[in-house]
């Protein structure tokens, strides 16, 4: 009789996202499968753009220096139009903000890294943490799940041998094609077919080239043809071609490595070129969200749950994103600390916020004008589930500002502490007590929590509230410094726990 491996949460899709949750599972102690069809990291540098909020989840797994060095300096986060590389009239927008501007809001802010390069700094992490767990050259075949797991049938895509694995959870990071999604039978909603690309990455000297207007992005305008993004901004590009998949061959264009060089030649005005091309892949310009995030024991993150305009970098930080939401709330079920309800405040929590940077980016690419990484649309998403209580005390309302600034749901600001450290340094890996003022009360109630496995641990940090931080640094409940008359009660953040964690009372 063949006996299936067992996992507890079986991860399908090995690229920024399905690596990501992989590193943050193993942060919190929950061993994992994660399989990848492709026989290792992305070829292509699908994108770039990183975000504030993406940076400090790298900064609490250690590899924010890493990806940092890694990455294009801020100097190089334009925009630029003009009918090919070479025009003198060109326009340049969108300047990053300058070395420490913008501190106020986050120690970690965004900046560009190759997809290439950060799925290798983050699946070599990866297997560190999780040695023999992350297998590339592994296939889902297909699965079947009933109320108490998942059996995903595996290939070896080298071998062609085949398994079983007995998963109590299945998360699907495999992208928009997702096999885990259409297994599940999760439908997606939206608009398709918006534009359709073949990305062309190249080698050739455009450095000397475009030294005095050094860009992100390169947007050609009319009579120019499809646009260049900078990889290193020397001799590594990638030019992304439109095509119509009615009228052009692209399969044919894909294998006619002459005829892509003409192609890149043209475009960036310069018949003498030498271009080299490395690789190339074709996609297709979607805006959709997929109406569950969750189904029974399978759960979809990233590409997979949606899909978004390239413009302004968002796919893959959003993907991040639901990553560091969904980690927490697996290990919380599998210790036992939390209900499975929990697992429901994922969509929740995280849907909401799919659509509204897909319509932020779907304004981006119809406008066609300047746009960047929008730190600040991903820094102040505020969360509405049960996983929130709203707690005895809000923030004063700015009328000023569209957007929530702290508070329960929103993400923990950052304050700089005396020892060069962040706020965002004291949070994790369980819940945090974040107070002011440390009293015996706030100690007591933590205590009792921690007695009965819900474990709290208290520090000192200079907020104007007291507040509870759930791991993924986002405030789960919060108290005026000095607390209400009741609220005192040694048992009262246990209740709060109780009902954050959709457990049953002891």
């Not at 690309?197 to 000397?208: H, N, T």
């Not at 080239?209 to 499809?226: E, H, I, K, N, Q």
């Not at 809000?394 to 502490?417: I, K, M, S, Y």
């Not at 520090?459 to 409940?477: E, F, K, M, S």
């Amino acid at each position: 009789m063949h006996i299936p491996e067992t996992t507890p949460v079986l991860v399908v899709g090995g690229g920024p996202v399905g690596l990501a949750l992989s590193l943050l599972l193993s942060g919190y102690g929950v061993e994992h499968l994660l399989v990848e069809a492709r026989p290792g990291t992305s070829l292509h540098p699908k994108a770039r753009g990183v975000s504030a909020r993406s940076m400090e989840v790298l900064r609490r797994l250690g590899l924010e220096e890493e990806v940092r060095r890694a990455g294009l300096p801020s100097s190089h986060v334009y925009f630029y139009r003009g009918r090919d590389l070479v025009d003198p009239d060109f326009v340049r927008t969108g300047l990053a903000p300058a070395a420490g501007e913008g501190a106020e809001r986050t120690p970690s802010p965004g900046l560009l890294c190759p997809q290439d390069v950060l799925e290798t700094i983050l699946a070599r992490r990866a297997r560190q943490l999780a040695p023999g767990s992350v297998r590339f050259a592994t296939r889902l075949v297909s699965f079947t799940q009933d109320g108490d797991g998942v059996d995903a049938l595996l290939e070896d895509r080298d071998s062609g041998e085949r398994r079983t694995v007995r998963a109590q959870w299945l998360v699907g990071c495999d992208g928009a094609s997702s096999p885990v999604r259409a297994g599940a039978g999760i439908a997606m909603e939206g608009l398709t077919g918006l534009g359709h690309f073949l990305s062309v990455r190249f080698e050739a000297p455009l450095g000397p080239v475009v030294a005095d207007r050094a860009s992100a992005s390169y947007f050609l305008t009319a009579p120019g043809r499809g646009g260049f993004l900078a990889v290193d901004n020397d001799r590594q590009w990638i030019y992304q071609h439109p095509y119509d998949p009615a009228e052009d061959d692209v399969a044919e264009l894909r294998g006619d490595h002459e005829r892509l060089a003409r192609l890149v030649r043209d475009a960036a005005g310069l018949a003498d070129l030498p271009v080299t091309v490395r690789d190339t892949t074709t996609w297709r310009c979607d805006a959709r969200t997929a109406t569950a995030y969750r189904r029974s024991r399978v759960l979809l993150a990233g590409d997979a749950a949606h899909v978004m305009p390239p413009t302004g970098g968002h796919g893959m930080n959003t993907g991040i994103g639901d990553a560091d939401n969904l980690a927490w709330k697996l290990a919380a079920v599998l210790d036992g600390t939390a209900g499975r309800a929990l697992l429901d405040t994922y969509q929740d929590e995280r849907r909401p916020v799919a659509l509204a940077v897909t319509e932020l980016s779907l304004a981006n690419s119809r406008a066609r004008t300047s746009y960047r990484i929008d730190d600040e649309l991903l820094l102040t998403a505020a969360y509405r589930s049960t996983a929130v209580v709203e707690g005895e005390a809000r923030p004063p309302v700015d009328p000023e500002r569209t957007r929530p600034d702290g508070g329960p749901g929103a993400r923990l600001p950052h304050r700089p502490l005396p020892d060069g450290r962040s706020t965002l340094d004291l949070v994790g890996p369980g819940f945090t007590l974040l107070t002011p003022h440390p009293d015996g009360a706030r100690r007591r109630q933590a205590a009792a929590a921690t007695a009965v496995g819900l474990p709290v641990t208290v520090r000192t940090a200079p907020l104007d509230h007291t507040v509870l931080v759930r791991p993924d640094g986002h405030i789960a409940w919060q108290q005026p410094i000095q607390a209400p008359k009741g609220s005192a009660d040694d048992t009262h953040l246990l209740t709060v726990l109780r009902a954050i964690l959709s457990a049953p009372r002891a």
